[in-house]
């Protein structure tokens, strides 16, 4: 069984063209995030949600939403598509131990959306 | 704020020779500091982690670093790489406490035969 699941794998869209992409963990964890990582493999946190509250928000364009229905789902959505936005976006997930922040580090990654925009 | 340095975009080693992956960090708090590991369109994968116990961590796959604060250094190293070690490896930091990642710019490991 997958632990964090992403889909889809590869997406190719047009400029101004609106996606999703979608994100699931069966681990139990409580946390899950958005990674970007780009064409020279550098990446950056995007948001990060505990128990389906937004509780990371970096300076990410509006264009980028991200809805979390439950603590097992982080979903992506982005508007207005820009030839920038082309990056592989990762999915993670980790524990949060109840109202303490537990930074282990340990985060378990989905493998990865490619979103290639044209 | 927290950051790290990794100084080699690239280390070419044969196999069966030893690794070394450099990296320095930066950071005005005690720091928690990680490397992990990414093949090929994969996601990302934990290696080790140092969070103020033993300054030598051990790691999966024979992997191993250690922490040495008068030197900012957490550097990653493998006494005789194999084949499959070859990958993009990621120094990263965390504001002990916080949830926040900052990851390295990334080094790739090549072995060649």
């Known amino acids: 069984d997958t632990a964090v699941s992403q889909t889809p794998k590869y997406l190719v869209t047009q400029m101004g063209n609106d996606k999703s992409i979608k994100c699931e963990q069966n681990l139990g964890h409580d946390t899950m995030y958005w990674y970007k990582q780009d064409s020279k493999k550098f990446l950056k946190i995007m948001f990060s949600y505990n128990n389906k509250e937004l509780i990371i928000n970096e300076t990410v364009p509006n264009r980028f939403s991200p809805k979390s229905p439950d603590k097992a789902h982080l979903n992506l959505h982005i508007n207005s598509l820009e030839l920038g936005d082309s990056a592989v976006y990762f999915c993670?997930?980790?524990?949060?131990?109840?109202?303490?922040?537990?930074?282990?580090?340990?985060?378990?990654f989905g493998e990865g959306s490619r979103l290639t925009v044209l | 704020a927290q950051s790290v340095t990794q100084l080699d975009s690239h280390v070419s080693v044969s196999e069966g020779t030893p690794v070394l992956l450099r990296c320095n960090y930066s950071s005005s708090y005690s720091p928690s500091l990680f490397w992990y590991v990414q093949h090929p369109n994969k996601g990302l994968q934990l290696l080790l982690k140092y969070t103020s116990a033993a300054t030598l961590v051990k790691g999966i796959n024979g992997f191993e670093a250690e922490f040495k604060k008068s030197e900012t250094s957490f550097h990653l190293t493998k006494p005789s790489a194999h084949m499959s070690d070859a990958a993009e490896y990621f120094c990263?930091?965390?504001?002990?406490?916080?949830?926040?990642?900052?990851f390295g710019t990334g080094t790739r490991l090549l072995v060649s035969p």
């Open positions: 993670a997930s980790s524990f949060r131990t109840g109202g303490i922040v537990v930074g282990t580090g340990e985060l378990f």
């Open positions: 990263v930091v965390i504001r002990t406490g916080f949830q926040k990642l900052v």
